[in-house]
């Protein structure tokens, strides 16, 4: 599972950042799965459901509401705060560029979008559902799901399935191409300023890169140690510990701390940072990340660049038309 | 306080419904104040403080959290829910159309839209800040309200004032025209069935639009007591009378009971209806409404009929673009 170095970053430290193939510009489409190819009703059905906060049990919460498509994808927030005011005990991930995690949520328990967006609505601390059957109930209920689910994916399609899977075609299209870095990487040298040169040479040269990986800068969906070093002061000050990640879900010991590796796209706009929330600027993020991880102590300016950097990864964000969401029938108890 | 009749309920209690002038078409603007005039920058600030969680305290409630934009203008629940899950006491109005209401709030106590948009923000169950000075402090550490203020207002133009102002222009460009009854009275009489006019006759028959008058049958802004009728099983079921309305705010044992007519443009996407949310259907409300405000019972066609043409009452709702939120900022703490 642990990765070393991969040959991405292995050319990022033998030469300079003007070796073109070592930096990859983001795809503008994303791969879609064979059982689940796209369509513009599937998307625009997804659309509905993933900004409709009645798939949440208080009609109060939509996936919208902790991966808010207005803002960077997320809620801002160290913990998301679900139906009840209740706290999940991890950040809200961002769902631009989602598409390109090869496993999704914190701990990757999830190999697939479709199967990400089945979870929250069920969980008792988010969205707060009873059952998936429970929600299939409510949303045929409603008169306008009865025809957007039909005209994606045929008559009397609602299940957990259909919706799973038009909110994750929706998904795939929350891409934030021609960030300055890609501009820079696409041949356009003055698309990134000298600062943020130097802070991309230097997030390749301290190996931040061997994790940050790819054009998403996530790694692939490889998982990694975090900490990798136990820092007494930070440790104490950020509780990075105390979550155990993967291991939660696998049970066993040697997966502890192990992460999915977040992308770094758009960072600058997703404060506070790292799977806890815990550190609330990207200055302190870089700082601890280079101790923790690589055993660095960062000088002002090199902090100062590589945010710089960081800063030349938010993308272009689609505009975006509001769905229209069908009404709860007044002629039925909701 | 209490106005009777409306010269326009009297033409449509004569007449028959091709009384023309009895019937009157949204307008498709909304008139402004003096000290507001709107403009393309001051909509587009409105539109992004209104959808933006950051104007509560816990960074999880908008404007548009009760009142949706993406729904019917409000959020299909008996009583809104506000930050750490607290509940108002009323079921909250929809904003759509809310600019030809001549006052604002159930019990009317905000006189403008922009007064209408500050209290919410500050109010303990709504969206919990502490006072309007935070609101604004935190709007100031967000670069990109800097740069949309300025657009909107001028240099260091933050202040409760000009937000309110912005939110207002915003909504005042909420409105939804040509409805099925607006084709209908605009001389398409194949826009309404047979049915639907008979329910427009019935309506006026019975003198629902005595208080239900104007454009947006919402009595323009007229105060009228509910329940008129104090019906032992009605009010055992649902307890109307439980909340005083005016008389909260005025504190006048006059105005016990008394509330802003709601419009009923958009009703068949409001379920469910009442100042407390009390009534899970149209045909019940339309029931309920016939017995305690004119003490009559109605037959199930009656009401069926009533039902078909508030159908007709639902307009064309604009397309919007999603407003892109501008960042919490990395650098400094929130």
């Known amino acids: 599972m ?7 970053t292995a050319l990022a430290l033998v030469g300079s950042v003007s070796v073109a193939s070592a930096w990859e510009v983001l795809p503008t489409q994303a791969p879609e799965p064979a059982d689940n190819k796209s369509s513009v009703e599937k998307v625009e059905l997804g659309k509905m459901l993933y900004h409709d906060p009645r798939l949440s049990s208080t009609g109060t919460v939509s996936c919208a509401s902790c991966h808010n498509t207005m803002l960077g994808g997320e809620d801002n927030r160290a913990n998301s705060m679900g139906v009840q005011a209740q706290l999940g005990g991890r950040s809200a991930p961002t769902v631009w560029n989602s598409a390109f995690n090869k496993v999704q949520f914190w701990d990757g328990r999830a190999a697939t979008l479709e199967e990400q967006a089945a979870g929250p609505v069920t969980s008792p601390v988010e969205m707060g559902m009873k059952n998936w059957d429970d929600v299939v109930a409510r949303l045929k209920s409603i008169d306008g799901y009865q025809t957007a689910f039909e005209k994606a994916f045929g008559k009397d399609a609602i ?7 038009a909110i994750a075609a929706y998904e795939r299209t929350l891409i934030t191409p021609n960030s300055p870095y890609d501009k820079f990487v696409g041949g356009d040298k003055s698309a990134l300023s000298a ?3 130097r802070g991309m040479e230097k997030v390749a040269e301290l190996g931040c890169t061997s994790c940050h990986s790819g054009a998403a800068f996530n790694g692939a969906g490889t998982f990694q140690k975090f900490p990798m070093i136990n820092d007494g002061y930070l440790e104490a000050k950020y509780h990075f510990s105390k979550d155990k990640g993967v291991a939660d879900v696998s049970k066993k010991a040697e997966d502890e701390h192990f992460w999915k590796v977040p992308t770094l796209r ?3 706009l997703t404060a506070p940072y790292l799977h806890n929330g815990s550190v609330a600027t990207l200055d302190e993020a870089v700082n601890v990340m280079a101790k923790v991880q690589l055993n660095k102590e960062l000088s002002k300016d090199e902090t100062a660049d590589i945010v710089a950097f960081l800063n030349g990864l938010t993308g272009e964000f689609p505009k975006q038309t509001m769905p229209t969401l069908p009404a709860t029938s007044g002629k039925t108890v909701n």
């Open 159 to 165: 299940s957990k399935d259909t919706a799973t899977k």
């Open 2 to 8: 642990f990765k070393l170095r991969s040959l991405v």
């Open 195 to 197: 600062q943020q040169i």
């Open 266 to 268: 758009n960072i600058a």
